[in-house]
């Protein structure tokens, strides 16, 4: 049974779910390594989770969830600031956590992936493109951005390039280069 709202030991699967598939995505994480984890017995997971793909499409879900609060809450005056502080929830979660993009990484495994985690990972870059979309409009209008450019396509752009440059900067263990490239992402886009 899949938790809606997970508390207590559900949550913590969940967690650790996350943490695992973070560093080695969804082929690199067993029952059995969620459950070392959390302090419990394998079987235990079964309760909350009956199976794999279940356990991964509610960490997902749980994810796109709070990746979305976390853009939301973003409260920068300019177009440019809001680019740069979504910028920077990929760029801490490689300097803070060592680990990329919990989307990116499953996406990269979606030729294995079970269908219900599939349409997750699509949700979520769905929805991540649409913010920064909005943004770029909002930019547009105001000014601060570019009009030449399409602001859908520059928004998968700039989604998949920070996703991309992110697994690149953590393989080079270097992080600043995550960085730079935000910086040169911006800045193209800039009137």
Not at 31 to 46: E, M, Q
Not at 130 to 136: A, D, I, S
Request: net charge negative.
């Amino acid at each position: 049974m899949s938790a809606a709202n997970p508390t207590g030991k559900a949550l913590d699967i969940l967690d650790s779910a996350r943490m695992l598939m973070m560093d080695r995505g969804f082929n690199g994480f067993s029952f059995r390594d969620v459950a070392a984890s959390v302090g419990i017995k394998s079987a235990s997971i079964h309760y909350h989770y009956a199976t794999k793909a279940d356990l991964a499409e509610a960490t997902a879900r749980a994810y796109r969830l709070a990746f979305n609060d976390a853009a939301l809450q973003i409260d920068a005056t300019s177009a440019t600031g809001k680019l740069r502080a979504y910028g920077t929830l990929f760029v801490m979660t490689l300097r803070e956590q060592e680990q990329v993009c919990l989307g990116g990484m499953l996406a990269a495994d979606v030729s294995s992936l079970p269908e219900q985690v599939r349409v997750e990972v699509a949700q979520f870059f769905a929805e991540q493109n649409g913010w920064v979309e909005t943004v770029v409009r909002e930019g547009q209008a105001k000014g601060e951005f570019r009009t030449d450019l399409d602001a859908a396509m520059f928004a998968k752009m700039f989604v998949s390039s920070l996703e991309g440059a992110m697994m690149i900067s953590r393989g080079l263990e270097k992080p600043q280069d995550l960085e730079d490239a935000l910086g040169m992402l911006v800045q193209l886009i800039q009137a």
